[in-house]
């Protein structure tokens, strides 16, 4: 691929293709640009100097406007009826043209390449330095995080302790509770139990002592039932006991009730009644006969 030449403006840098300004001083400048910096003026004062170089153009074709494409017809004629010397001077020094362009080409894109590499440096050294500091930030962080980690390993160790404590203290609440319930149970069971037992009690304790003997009988073959018991009613609110009441209900029930079974197994039980009972026709004592015996213990 043949090299293209480049207009020669820094600034411009456009690619020449058809027509360009080519100078005495090896330069080469786009239509655009030679018109925009009045190069291809007519004028002397205008066109006296080198966009590039800043030569000075005086002479008429020290700056012409060439045709980078020419025609069959233009480059048979152009060098039609030269000598042989002032074509090969005419060739060579075109050549030395064409060789300075690339020269300057070659540099300028290898001043660009350096340029480009050291921007690539700087950026990379930049890049580098906040590499490290992200590092060193990094393992602050990473420090930071382990301590923080400890610190949460250690509250969670704690937390744990705390929650075992509570959960000791809660189940040792919840067995006082229940204890105290069952406590409350048992007591409230045999205060009910005392109190049932208490309405079995028909008669004092005295009494076992006072039916021990046996019975005696009067002369009117009548049982001597007075300190037996009766079908009277149960109530004793009137009885009286060496000037106290009764005991109360929530008193030994167990003691008051062998009392009772020994009265009633001594008033059922035939075996305790005196001989000379078994020789009598037949005694009945009705409840009448009771009720006057309570009332008339000396009939």
């Not at 229940?178 to 009494?207: C, F, H, K, W």
């Not at 006072?210 to 009067?218: G, K, T, Y």
Request: glycine share 4%; net charge neutral; hydrophobic share 30%.
């Amino acid at each position: 691929m043949e090299h293209a030449l480049t207009c020669n403006n820094l600034k411009c840098r456009r690619e020449l293709s058809e027509r360009a300004l080519v100078t005495t001083c090896s330069h080469i400048f786009c239509i655009e640009c030679a018109q925009r910096l009045g190069v291809n003026g007519q004028e002397a004062d205008r066109r006296n100097t080198c966009l590039a170089c800043h030569s000075q153009l005086t002479n008429p074709d020290d700056a012409v406007i060439t045709n980078l494409s020419p025609s069959e017809g233009y480059k048979t004629s152009v060098l039609s009826g030269l000598s042989p010397n002032v074509i090969m001077e005419c060739a060579g020094r075109a050549l030395s043209f064409w060789a300075y362009q690339t020269t300057q080409d070659i540099y300028y894109q290898h001043v660009r390449l350096e340029k480009t590499v050291n921007d690539a440096n700087s950026e990379i050294e930049s890049l580098h330095h906040k590499l490290s500091s992200l590092a060193a930030e990094q393992d602050a962080l990473r420090r930071k995080n382990d301590e923080i980690s400890r610190a949460y390993k250690d509250k969670s160790r704690k937390v744990l302790q705390l929650q075992e404590l509570y959960d000791k203290v809660k189940r040792k609440a919840e067995l006082g509770q229940i204890q105290r319930a069952a406590s409350d149970a048992v007591d409230s069971t045999l205060q009910t139990n005392q109190m049932d037992s208490g309405y079995e009690v028909n008669l004092p304790t005295q009494i076992h002592a006072e039916i021990v003997p046996p019975p005696a009988f009067s002369q009117s073959h009548r049982i001597d039932i007075s300190g037996m018991n009766t079908s009277l009613s149960r109530n004793y609110t009137n009885m009286t006991r060496e000037g106290n009441h009764w005991p109360r209900l929530g008193g030994s029930p167990h003691r008051e009730h062998l009392h009772v079974t020994n009265i009633r197994r001594y008033i059922r039980s035939p075996c305790w009644w005196p001989p000379s009972i078994w020789h009598q026709p037949s005694i009945r004592t009705s409840n009448d006969d009771i009720v006057n015996s309570r009332r008339n213990p000396d009939s």
